[in-house]
């Protein structure tokens, strides 16, 4: 049963900032309510009031501003995978739409709400930390752009202070030619939280070596995070089998991989290898295709 709490109703971004600050820190926000809700009626979390921001028009919208990608934090799932500048883009956040839960969670649940949670594997993270993404953090009459990266603290816990509220994803437009991938494993095709997940961005020079790339891991770690140490053993490589196999060690490395109800710690970290393998070979094979038409 859901515990008693009071819910606001604000019109506009400032007056939801205005709630949170006035019943600060017992006041949430919430979005499409997916985690909130379910978490509420477990007991895990007891906010006394809770500040319904969905549908603010401040927070809606998809754009291109500035050399950047922009994201309004209320934008739903689904949404991502109707736009075409996500299409355009983004196809590695696309890609991560295209298996995020089922159509009816995906009509409710942001991109805001599944980084506001910060569960390690949570769908929208890899494909944004590829991306190199930041978000941007507003409270009344204060706001900042705060890496991705940075945004994520431990299991469930970020930098987002009582006060603030996300507003908005950004990240820089690839370069055109750039290269993105999105897998998870999960127990079911659908409807199901990852075991794993990985991304990955790359591009290539003219002599097929790879000139930028980044490396994401969902569910192995307390947050989700980059494989520095895989990524630069493939930076100035063309993606032979050798250089693949390398890349994929050091990113298994970087897993700190624990046993819960959806795997072993030992699966885990096999099919992370699994994973990342797959996808550089996927982008090799791409890539390998493009360069010959
Ligand atoms: C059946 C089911 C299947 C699911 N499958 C998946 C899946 O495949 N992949 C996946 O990643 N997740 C999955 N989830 C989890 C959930 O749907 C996602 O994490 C979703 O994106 C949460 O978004 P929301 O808008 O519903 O967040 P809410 O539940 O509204 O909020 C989640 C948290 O974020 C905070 N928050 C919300 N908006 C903001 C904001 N603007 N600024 C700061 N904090 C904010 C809230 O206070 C809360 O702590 C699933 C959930 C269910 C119930």
Redesign the pocket.
């Known amino acids: 049963m859901l515990p008693p709490f009071e819910l606001l109703m604000p019109q506009t971004l400032p007056e939801a900032l205005d709630m949170l600050g006035g019943y600060a820190p017992d006041a949430?926000?919430?979005?499409?309510?997916?985690?909130?809700?379910?978490?509420m009626r477990g007991g895990k979390?007891t906010?006394g009031v809770?500040v319904n921001?969905?549908g603010l028009e401040e927070?809606e919208g998809i754009r291109r501003e500035d050399g950047y990608l922009v994201i309004g934090?209320?934008v739903?799932?689904a949404e991502l995978l109707e736009s075409s500048l996500i299409d355009e883009h983004a196809p590695v956040l696309r890609q991560?739409a295209e298996?995020?839960?089922?159509p009816?969670?995906?009509n409710?649940?942001?991109?805001?709400?599944?980084?506001?949670?910060?569960?390690p594997?949570?769908?929208?993270?890899p494909p944004l930390l590829v991306l190199d993404a930041e978000v941007k953090?507003v409270s009344a009459g204060e706001s900042r752009w705060v890496p991705l990266e940075d945004f994520f603290v431990g299991v469930?816990d970020?930098i987002?202070r009582h006060v603030?509220?996300?507003?908005a994803i950004r990240t820089p437009v690839p370069a055109p030619g750039s290269f993105g991938r999105f897998r998870?494993l999960?127990l079911r095709k659908?409807?199901?939280?990852?075991v794993v997940?990985v991304a990955v961005q790359m591009t290539f020079n003219h002599a097929g070596r790879c000139e930028d790339v980044a490396i994401a891991l969902?569910a192995v770690a307390p947050t989700p995070i980059r494989a520095y140490d895989a990524e630069a053993v493939l930076r100035g490589e063309a993606l032979t089998p050798q250089v693949i196999e390398e890349a994929t060690r050091s990113a298994c490395d970087a897993a700190r991989c624990i046993g819960d109800v959806r795997s072993s710690a030992g699966y885990r970290e096999r099919v992370t290898g699994v994973l990342v393998r797959r996808l550089l070979e996927e982008v090799g094979a791409e890539r390998g295709v493009e360069s010959r038409e």
Do not use: H, W, Y
């Open positions: 949430l926000p919430v979005a499409g309510g997916t985690n909130l809700i379910p978490d979390r906010p809770v921001v969905a927070l934090s209320g739903t799932i991560a298996v995020f839960a089922n009816l969670v995906r409710r649940a942001t991109v805001g709400g599944n980084l506001g949670n910060a569960s594997a949570a769908d929208a993270a953090l469930c970020t987002c603030e509220l996300m507003a998870k999960a659908s409807t199901a939280i990852s997940s969902g």
